[in-house]
């Protein structure tokens, strides 16, 4: 390669003449003459420089000809006449060989690219050039896990949140409740023997409900993965508790209420169903045990509350009542919305007569070291009861929403 044989030359001739300079140098800065040993090194030097320049010139005139017949071999490949084709086959694959058919070719492109900065021998340069993407080292890219893991599940409890809540004595107890009072009566005339009847008691039977469940972790994944799945698993199952044991107490609390009250046929307006409230609500004041406060919605009932408006075109015929499903209802009433409730459920009633007695035992392990597996399990113990289910009023028949 006359290329990198000429880039040797001149190399070797700048490191023997900056050897002779520096020479020179020290002894003038010594203010003396240049010793006869140091004359002796120097005519060796010249006379090895004049060797080099002869050879410099002699292969630099051999590069400067070798890249003057590669242009005009371009430049007569340029006048050829382009031909022209309609045809869809893919351009050929880019030919190394055939760009520099000759070691000799890609050292002098390589010297004109490098040393000239010639544009045409640096583009030269780069076609030859492999280009690494991402896409020929997929495996070296990693995919990260960003934010934590989705979860869709709604571990609230609306229903069991608005019962008394207690914790769980036992397995199973008994709530006393009180099926006849002592007599209170007005006296007909003095010294008349006054009211007299006996208090009677009577036992409501409370039974608890097991609700659990367990999965098996190998030991791989739980040290493994990332986010960690252990933990997971842990949220998981609390949320499930909360659903399951908030769905089985709400559809004990429907099956509970007896008493209805039906909404009379009309338009559907708001008028008619606050009238409807407040019939309920009478029923409920009948039994003797105050005023109710709390309406208990599914969600379609809800949502056709919430849409109802006072007049064409005019406001909200309940505004307090909150998108939470939480917040006031109509004549004040508290609003419980659990979509365990059926289609077309709506409640009045007191709150404090449902009650909710719980004990979570929450997450439990056992190591299994035989198959390397992580034994984990949830559980929690619930009981519900209505303890007085005269109180609570079902309106039936309501109409579907109407909008003036």
Known sequence: MPGSYLTRLNTQFDEIRDGIETVLTRAAEEDRDVSDAEQAQVDRDRSRLDELQSAITHYSALETQAGDVLTLRRSVADRTPAQRTTSTDPPPEYDVAAEFPSPAHYAITLHRAWALRDPDAIERLERATAHQKTTDNPGLIPRPILGPVIQLIDAGRPFINSCARRGLPTGKFDRPHVTQHVAVAKQAAEKDLTASQVMKVDLMPVAASTYAGHLNIS????????????????????????????????????????????????????????????????????????????????????????????????????????????????????????????????????????????????????????????????????????????????LTGLPPVVTP
């Not at 307006?269 to 009238?275: G, K």
């Not at 009433?333 to 009633?349: E, Q, R, S």
């Open 219 to 394: 030991r791989q994944d739980v040290k493994w993965t990332s986010p960690g799945i252990l933990q997971l698993v842990f949220d998981d199952f609390a949320a499930i508790y909360a659903q399951v044991s908030n769905a089985d107490a709400a559809t004990q609390f429907i099956a509970s209420i007896a008493a209805s009250a039906s909404v009379p046929a009309g338009d559907g307006s708001a008028a008619e169903f606050a009238a409807a409230v407040f019939a309920a609500v009478g029923d409920t004041i009948g039994q003797g045990v105050g005023f109710p406060d709390t309406l208990y919605l599914s969600p379609d009932v809800w949502a056709s509350i919430g849409g109802m408006t006072l007049m064409p075109g005019g406001g909200a015929a309940f505004p307090s009542m909150s998108v939470t499903g939480t917040g006031g209802g109509p004549m004040g009433l508290a609003t419980v919305v659990d979509h365990n409730f059926p289609a077309g459920t709506a409640v009045i009633g007191p709150s404090r007569f449902n009650e909710w007695y719980e004990d979570v035992d929450g997450i439990m392990q056992v190591q299994e070291p035989d198959v390397l597996g992580q034994l984990v399990g949830y559980a929690g113990f619930g009981a519900y009861i209505n303890v007085a289910p005269e109180a609570f009023t079902k």
